[in-house]
């Protein structure tokens, strides 16, 4: 009975995947260095490695050089904040938390012999997000920047790759 039931769960299984499939299974995608709009230096470094992550976790698609990649995901970030925190009863500050917002969009490249050989924007988005952090925490704010970047580069994925996914297939 086991046999069989592990059986029948193996081939329930068979052609399951996660993730999202672009319209040419051979598609390719780059992921170019966002610009930085924010007064902290090198935001965009550690975006970089958060997005590509996420492209490669949840797109089906080879990643290469974005001069060379079908689609290719463009952006900057647009601010970074401290937002305002929580405070004690003697007025301490004790919490506070990052806020960043940025801009990405999607390009596909052009096709060949396009006149213009201009990519074309496939889809566009902004998203912002935000996380706290106690102040008695030694790497709170690195901590709190950290899970806004990963969190930012899965909605962008999420967003840009997921619209493009549902419109060859609804």
């Known amino acids: 009975m086991r046999l069989l039931l592990c059986g029948l769960l ?9 993730g999202f499939r672009l319209p040419d299974d051979h598609a390719t995608v780059g992921v170019e260095f966002f610009g930085n709009q924010s007064p902290v230096r090198d935001l ?17 698609a080879r990643i290469v050089d974005p001069d060379e990649a079908d689609y290719v995901v463009r952006g900057e970030v647009l601010s ?23 801009r990405a969009e999607l390009l596909e490249a052009p ?12 889809r566009e988005t902004r998203a912002a997000t935000e996380s706290g952090y106690r102040l008695e925490e030694p790497l ?5 920047r950290d899970r806004v970047l990963r969190n930012l580069a899965d909605e962008v994925v999420i967003e ?3 619209y493009l996914a549902t419109q060859e297939a609804p």
């Open 10 to 18: 193996l081939l329930a299984g068979c052609g399951y995947s996660t």
């Open 44 to 60: 965009e470094v550690d975006f970089h490695d958060y997005l590509t992550d996420a492209v490669s976790r949840v797109v089906h």
């Open 80 to 102: 970074y904040a401290r937002r305002r925190g929580i405070r004690s009863p003697d007025n301490v500050l004790l919490e506070t938390g990052v806020r960043i917002a940025i």
């Open 111 to 122: 096709a060949p012999g396009d006149p213009e050989g201009r990519p074309r924007t496939v």
């Open 140 to 144: 709170g704010e690195a901590d709190a």
């Open 160 to 162: 840009l790759f997921g």
